[in-house]
């Protein structure tokens, strides 16, 4: 999936996390760690500390009683995951737009090599990473908050499995163009405004092949019924600032 990784550690949970993106351990399943270490030629150990790292990451559940089975698929999980992202994604590459710098271009044109380096056709997801995932974050990565990367990471991962889906069904050269579209716009002399709105295209599109247009228009639906809840939060908030002029700024 990537480069060999510095430790038996990091290798366990490249491997796992392999296993289970791409459907070697099926959802709902059992992970049986001592034959799996057997097979992988490495020591329970490594494996049962990438479990709780996955688990974080979602894609594992663990349970006392059970050990650790592979999380499910479910269409609920996809519209929150994907929500979610369409919340956050566009919000953060907006903050990055705003501050792009040479240190960003140069982050950015790294990434977008890289990813054409490694694309594939027919579209294997896995073999796109980490590729594909360092492309989406270097255009998010002057945002101004790790929080919100680490966020998105988060999320990213737990698309993969989503991604792998709609792989079989998207057309290879339209994905390919969707990134070499969100590229242009960022590197262009715009506002960002075409990156955000391509980007919230991009991550939509799965939605859409996955799980039909239907989904996707809930998403939209949940997105967009209540348009005032923003400008109400803006709101309290700037009452807030107003009636506090003098707040500690060292307060959390």
Known sequence: MSAPPSTRSQWAERRLRQAIVTGELAPGERVPVERLA????????????ALRTLAHDGLLVLSPQRGARVAELSPVEMRDVYEMRLLLEPHALRLSMRRRDDTWRSRVEAAWQALQQVWTSPIEPTALEPAHTEFHQSLMSMCGSETLLQTTRQLAVKSLRYRILSAQV?????????????????????????????????????VLTVMG????????????????????????????????????????
């Open 38 to 49: 057997a097979e992988w030629l490495v020591s329970p150990t490594p494996l049962r500390e």
């Open 170 to 206: 998207r057309d290879d050269d339209q994905a390919y163009q969707e990134h070499r579209g969100l590229y242009e716009a960022a590197v262009g002399d715009d506002d960002g405004s075409e990156v955000v709105r391509l980007a919230a295209a991009h991550i939509g599109m799965t």
């Open 213 to 252: 247009p239907g989904r996707l228009a809930e998403i939209v639906d949940r997105m967009t019924g209540n348009p005032s809840t923003a400008g109400l939060a803006l709101e309290g908030l700037t009452r807030l600032l107003a009636d506090n002029p003098a707040v500690d700024e060292g307060a959390t």
